[in-house]
Structure formats: C-alpha cells, structure tokens
C-alpha cells in the first residue's frame, strides 16, 4: 500500500509541474528573452563604436537594417550577416550570429536560432560575456521537460553574482526545475529572487506569483 501511495503522489507532484511549466515557463522565457536581446543589442553597439574595424561595422550595421526592415529581405539579411561572420573579428562574429538567431526566431525557425547561438556558445575565440549569453538564450528558445536537466548543468556556471546574466540564469533555473518536476529544488531559487532588491521588479513579482502558486 506504501507504494501505491507514493506512486500517486508522485503522479500529482509530475501534474502540478507541468501544469505550472504551461502556466509560467514560456511567460518567463519570453520576458527574460526580451530584457537580454535589449541588453545584447546595446553590447553590439559599444562593440560597433569601439572597433577599428569601420568597414565591418557598417556592414554590420547595413545588415541589422535590412533584418529591421520586413521578411522580404529575410535572406538578403541572413546572408549579410553570414559575410559578416567570415570576415569580422570575434566580436563581430559573435554579433552576426546572435543577430542572425534572431531573424530566425522572428521567422518561428527555433532550431535553425539555437543553431547559430550554439556557434558562439562553442566559440573559445569570443569572449566570455558573449558565449554565456548565448547559453541563456539557448535555454530560453529550447527549454522542454525533456532537456531540462541538461540546460541546468549548462546555466548553473553563469548564474554566480560576478556573472553579466547571472539573474536570468538564475530564474531560468528555478522553471528548469519546475519543468523537469523538482519543485523543492525550484522553491529556494524563487524564494531568493523574490527576497533579492537587486533584482529586477518584474522577475521578483513573477517568483512571488509562482512561489504562491506551489504553496511555499
């Protein structure tokens, strides 16, 4: 009867975090994808002021115009861009690929995205803030139950204070575990964002939200 008891138990604690993975991981992901895009976006800028190279920033910056500028130019864009990768220095590199994510994201080509940041993310040449950023948003853009785990392993080194992303990573974590069906490990992650005044309002009004919704 033992057994019996703790398989249902276990059935409703895999319910409740599905269900609160469809409730609040893709609303999580989707914010924190909007706040780290903005923060790559003014990245890319200071690396285009900063850079000796003006020829490849403006073709950087020729190539970011025609992704802003409708699907029409999809490809024209996409392949500005990979010009940029073959020429530029990591730093642009590093850009071309991040910005060529997003044109396949806006194209709902989530896999084709996860491909070009898994090119930075494995680039030794790029620099550290770049490469973890593109883990985050790796996690962000294929985060399922049954990647969990593995995208865990792969946050767990960025989310430290000394860390650029280190609130992102922390909050993609905590849903990581929620949808991998460890809520106990989830809860003092949220706890700790919600308690956090350096975090931002919006991540800790959501930790409180979902801290609430799984009875802690």
């Not at 809860?187 to 956090?196: E, G, N, R, S, V």
């Amino acid at each position: 009867m033992v057994d019996i008891f703790q398989e249902v138990e276990e059935d409703l604690k895999r319910e409740r975090s599905e269900a609160l993975w469809r409730k609040y991981g893709k609303y999580v992901i989707g914010v924190a994808a909007v706040i780290v895009l903005g923060v790559a976006g003014r990245e890319g800028w200071k690396t285009y002021e900063h850079s000796t190279s003006i020829e490849n920033g403006t073709r950087f910056a020729n190539a970011i115009e025609l992704a802003q500028s409708g699907d029409e130019n999809k490809d024209a864009a996409l392949a500005a861009l990979d010009g940029v990768i073959a020429d530029g220095d990591a730093g642009f590199v590093a850009l071309g690929h991040f910005q060529k994510a997003a044109v396949y994201l806006r194209a709902g080509a989530k896999e084709s995205a996860v491909t070009e940041l898994e090119a930075v993310a494995g680039n030794d040449d790029i620099d550290q803030v770049y490469r973890d950023l593109a883990v985050v948003e790796i996690a962000m853009n294929s985060a399922t139950e049954s990647n969990a785990k593995d995208l865990i392993k792969r946050l767990d080194p960025i989310a430290v204070p000394e860390n650029a992303w280190y609130y992102s990573a922390r909050e993609l974590i905590a849903m990581l575990h929620v949808a991998a069906g460890e809520i106990d490990a989830a809860k003092p992650l949220l706890t700790d964002i919600a308690d956090d005044s350096e975090a931002p309002s919006g991540m800790r009004a959501r930790a409180n939200e979902i801290l609430k919704a799984i009875g802690a």
